[in-house]
């Protein structure tokens, strides 16, 4: 009696949206750009924010220090305005949350684990977040390969069908820029031509973004770490020469069947 009720209270709470990820003031139109930390997040953001800027004639540049008033973080802050005063956007909102039920509309961002092991590794070293070597990280359970996949498999497993899902892959965005950028755009509704494209790929690309974090760069915001990089160089296989045989079998052993599924070999 007593374990059907803890199972049935274990299932209402997993029934139940986490408010901790979700606006003060809920919209049934709300767009979450979705991913597991360092999986390409903010570069898409700018991406999002300057489809913005194109289509609604702006003399804005999207940077560093405006970018959240483009594309709120929802771990930032939930008290976001209802109106973004972007209109006809909506409010698209950024996120790193396990599944949530609350989230209506997402946009999910996925990238190949092994690059985002050794990405958020960087991440946290030079945030003075964590310690540990490479090997530490993809085996530590709420940062390493193993969160990975819990987070991934709570997306695409539980999402149902009346929700409004699209994911794109990482990698894909980078070897087609162009075409995923416009599928990007139709999501919010609009199109790009191809002079309103290019000076979107050109203001999100990662030189632009690498130019713009070394204009705000401080010691006091990378805690004293002068080599710390938000932007890296958003390689798709630096993996490869960072990793050894033992983390990458660890990786497979962990979320090896999830990586083939969508074609990380």
Avoid at 11 to 26: G, N, V, Y
Avoid at 40 to 66: C, H, R, Y
Avoid at 92 to 107: A, E, L, P, Q
Wanted: proline letters at 3%; aromatic letters at 12%.
């Amino acid at each position: 009696m007593i374990n059907r009720l803890l199972s049935f209270l274990r299932a209402k709470a997993f029934d139940q949206p986490s408010d901790l990820a979700l606006p003060r003031d809920k919209r049934v139109d709300d767009i979450f750009l979705v991913s597991f930390p360092k999986s390409g997040n903010t570069w898409i953001s700018f991406v999002l924010a300057n489809i913005m800027v194109e289509k609604l004639g702006l003399d804005l540049e999207v940077n560093n220090f405006n970018i959240h008033g483009f594309i709120p973080d929802i771990h930032m802050g939930r008290e976001i305005p209802l109106d973004m005063g972007f209109f006809p956007f909506k409010r698209v909102i950024k996120s790193h949350s396990d599944f949530n039920r609350g989230y209506i509309n997402v946009i999910y961002l996925l990238r190949d684990p092994r690059a985002v092991m050794v990405s958020y590794h960087k991440h946290v070293r030079g945030l003075r977040r964590f310690d540990g070597d490479i090997s530490d990280l993809i085996r530590n359970d709420s940062l390493g390969i193993s969160a990975w996949a819990k987070h991934v498999s709570g997306w695409f497993d539980n999402v149902e069908p009346c929700v409004s899902f699209r994911f794109f892959r990482y990698e894909d965005f980078k070897t087609n820029p162009g075409e995923n950028t416009r599928s990007m755009a139709r999501l919010l509704g609009v199109s790009l031509v191809d002079e309103e494209l290019a000076k979107v790929l050109e203001n999100s690309s990662f030189e632009r973004m690498r130019m713009l974090e070394e204009q705000i760069k401080s010691v006091s915001w990378t805690k004293g770490d002068k080599d710390f990089k938000f932007v890296r160089e958003g390689r798709t296989d630096g993996w490869r020469s960072e990793l050894g045989e033992n983390d990458l079998s660890y990786i497979m052993e962990k979320a090896g069947t999830l990586m083939k599924k969508f074609g990380y070999e």
